[in-house]
């Protein structure tokens, strides 16, 4: 299950600093690190279990790449906490505020930055709310969305299918368990993909702010049968600012990597001869495909930021307290010391979904729109193949992500289906269809009403 790394040489890759081992820290958020991360990590298991590296100019953290030291760390809550107020180095200010490492490891009040009591408390909320999923609804919800996209390009018989079909998918089914209405759903998509695609993030972190302040204010006088609404009335009894930020951390754990599982699944299904002749009937499931991504190529790479309560040796590592230390779910799936044992283990023990009290709570709803994402896709465009060799595509830079930049991929040119064959099939418009007509199909009046507009033509 390693042919994604075993082509690669015991060496560092080019320009790695980590070619002289003892140098610390290493940096792991430039285009060498993106281009060939295994290379990297490979070098920062000669540290122990625990390597020094920069999350971005100027911020240090451990990276644990051993795997038994991963899961040791992810339930251990005894020893490492997930409370960022812990973070040493920017509490005594040498981070800056525009560190790119302060939006995804400074303190938020939710669930994923609290331990303990209040941890329990918000992520109970959480849980009982997205196991609350019709996960028929939902099947039918993420083919209708993959219809509609289809429609937007197929025709052309070429599309980007990250930027125009994996990442646009994510953001649209979120909309939908959310239940936000056209106008409050379009500027969610639009603060969310420019937060991701870095574009303007001031401005795009305010339009995610304004557009959850006002889901929530909407959503206390129109409940209806969605996620938002749930935890809303859950006994934990979230107040208006802690909803704000248990659905910001939602959206945004939940649509990027979702998206970048989508594209590395597509990416596998299309480059790999054991799952492409899948598409014509033979081969290895999608779900195969997925859970391979999973162990070789995680969407979240590395995250799962925790700091020790004191100092701890991990391994031999030495770990201060305060320090933050990131998982890399991405080295810890393929640690050499597990590659014998992975295949009496089950398939899905990698750390991808990370572990503990911690691990993702939307691993179940995330798989099914994922695998439903896909096969939709592969049943609309059978013929579907990448336009480049899939070794000349490009990684985005950053440490936390495992994402593709663009997925280009041709076909022949399809017509979809019209909304209302699909309606009569499955039943009937989605529930908020009905209450906002405003705006044009498509990013000029905004996806979200685009989406709901053609669903009610």
């Known amino acids: 299950m390693d042919r994604h790394t075993d082509h690669h040489s015991a060496s560092p890759p080019p320009g790695c600093p980590a070619h002289q081992v003892g140098m610390a820290p290493v940096p792991l958020w430039g285009p060498d690190f993106a281009a060939d991360p295994q290379g990297f990590y490979r070098v920062l298991r000669q540290y122990g279990p625990a390597a020094p590296v920069e999350v971005a100019p100027g911020v240090p953290a451990n990276l644990v790449t051993d795997y038994a030291a991963a899961l040791r760390v992810l339930q251990s809550p005894k020893e490492f906490g997930k409370d960022s107020r812990r973070w040493r180095d920017f509490n005594e200010g040498r981070v800056p505020m525009d560190s790119a490492a302060v939006p995804m490891m400074a303190y938020r009040p939710n669930s994923l930055f609290s331990d303990g009591a209040e941890h329990l408390r918000l992520r109970q909320a959480i849980t009982d709310s997205l196991g609350r999923i019709d996960s028929h609804l939902l099947t039918r919800h993420v083919e209708r969305v993959s219809t509609y996209l289809v429609g937007q390009f197929g025709d ?259 017509v979809t289906e019209r909304p209302f064959a699909a309606a009569q099939a499955s039943g009937g418009a989605p529930e908020h269809s009905g209450r906002h007509a405003a705006g044009r199909r498509g990013p000029k009046g905004g996806w979200w009403s685009g989406f709901l507009n053609w669903w009610r033509e």
């Open 156 to 414: 052309r018989g070429s599309a980007d299918l990250l930027n125009e079909y994996s990442k646009l998918m994510s953001l649209l089914v979120f909309n939908e368990l959310f239940g936000c209405p056209p106008e409050i759903g379009d500027q969610l998509i639009s603060g969310m993909s420019g937060i991701f695609d870095g574009v303007d993030p001031e401005k795009s972190n305010r339009e995610i702010l304004e557009s959850v302040m006002a889901l929530v204010s909407y959503k206390r006088t129109h409940p209806g049968q969605d996620v938002t609404s749930w935890m809303m009335a859950h006994p934990a009894q979230l107040s208006d600012e802690e909803m704000m930020h248990q659905l910001v951390l939602l959206g945004g754990a939940g649509s990027e990597p979702t998206r970048n599982l989508i594209a590395n699944g597509l990416l596998l299904i299309l480059s790999d001869e054991r799952y492409f002749g899948g598409v014509h009937g033979a081969g290895l499931l999608v779900e195969d495909a997925l859970d391979e991504v999973m162990w070789n190529s995680p969407p979240l790479a590395n995250y799962g930021v925790h700091y020790p309560l004191h100092d701890v040796d991990l391994g031999g590592s030495h770990l201060r307290a305060g320090d933050p230390v990131v998982i890399s779910f991405a080295a810890a799936n393929t640690d050499p010391a597990l590659s014998s044992a992975r295949q009496q283990v089950s398939k899905r023990a990698h750390l991808g979904w990370s572990a503990g009290p911690h691990a993702c709570p939307a691993k179940d709803p995330a798989q099914l729109i994922a695998v439903t994402a896909i096969e939709k896709l592969l049943n609309q465009l059978p013929d579907v193949e990448l336009s480049v060799a899939p070794e000349s595509l490009t990684w985005r830079p950053g440490i936390y992500h495992r994402a593709l930049a663009t997925l280009p991929a041709h076909f022949t040119p399809v």
